[in-house]
T-cell receptor, first 111, second 116 residues
Framework: AQRVTQPEKLLSVFKGAPVELKCNYSYSGSPELFWYVQYSRQRLQLLLRHISRESIKGFTADLNKGETSFHLKKPFAQEEDSAMYYCALSVSGGSNYKLTFGKGTLLTVNP | NAGVTQTPKFRILKIGQSMTLQCAQDMNHNYMYWYRQDPGMGLKLIYYSVGAGITDKGEVPNGYNVSRSTTEDFPLRLELAAPSQTSVYFC???????????????FGEGSWLTVV
């Protein structure tokens, strides 16, 4: 069975500091990894997906299959980045079309 | 384009009452999901559906029922509400497809449910 682990429940940084939110996964096949963000009392929204290799709002994430990780990084955090971040894994193929989420990391960016 | 719409946004239930959380999407998505979000626990999948007439259990289905009579609607029913069902419920949907934008899941705004 697939699993997503986000080891940090809370992460606090100062504005302008680099930030890295960790995500590790376990799955024997080829997963698809995502980062979702939830701002205060809003719906979850997709931030990044690994297959796109894109940078959104200054965030990047690289899938490292050797370390089974998909860490989210931003070189200079902004106060508006304060939110809950969820790493998610999707197993494609067959009838297993669902996302498995980590428990989330609450990022606070202090002024 | 409304996306995924959930109603109600807030509801207080008494123990033993029943209710239905409504979810509708206007993107012609095949897949629909119900998640519950508990503090410190992340999101847990309750039920999901890969198309009209097809539903399946997720991680935490006990105490809930679903139906999918149309592509657009995926209501979640609580038959006998219990305090353990106090949570935030998110409905989500996704277009069929394994890669690219087809794998993006779109979420509703959430329904805050309190059982007292």
């Amino acid at each position: 069975a697939q699993r997503v682990t986000q080891p940090e429940k809370l992460l606090s940084v100062f504005k302008g500091a680099p930030v890295e939110l960790k995500c590790n996964y376990s799955y024997s096949g080829s997963p698809e990894l995502f980062w979702y963000v939830q701002y205060s009392r809003q719906r979850l929204q997709l931030l990044l997906r690994h297959i796109s290799r894109e940078s959104i709002k200054g965030f990047t994430a690289d899938l490292n299959k050797g370390e089974t990780s998909f860490h989210l990084k931003k070189p200079f955090a902004q106060e508006e980045d304060s939110a809950m971040y969820y790493c998610a894994l999707s197993v494609s193929g067959g009838s297993n079309y669902k996302l498995t989420f980590g428990k989330g990391t609450l990022l606070t960016v202090n002024p | 384009n409304a996306g995924v719409t959930q109603t109600p946004k807030f509801r207080i239930l008494k123990i033993g009452q029943s209710m239905t959380l409504q979810c509708a999407q206007d993107m012609n998505h095949n897949y629909m999901y119900w998640y519950r979000q508990d503090p410190g626990m992340g999101l847990k999948l309750i039920y999901y559906s890969v198309g009209a007439g097809i539903t399946d259990k997720g991680e935490v289905p006990n105490g809930y029922n679903v139906s999918r009579s149309t592509t657009e609607d995926f209501p979640l029913r609580l038959e006998l509400a219990a305090p353990s069902q106090t949570s935030v419920y998110f409905c989500a949907s996704r277009r069929a497809g394994d890669t690219g934008t087809g794998n993006t899941i779109y979420f509703g705004e959430g329904s805050w449910l309190t059982v007292v």
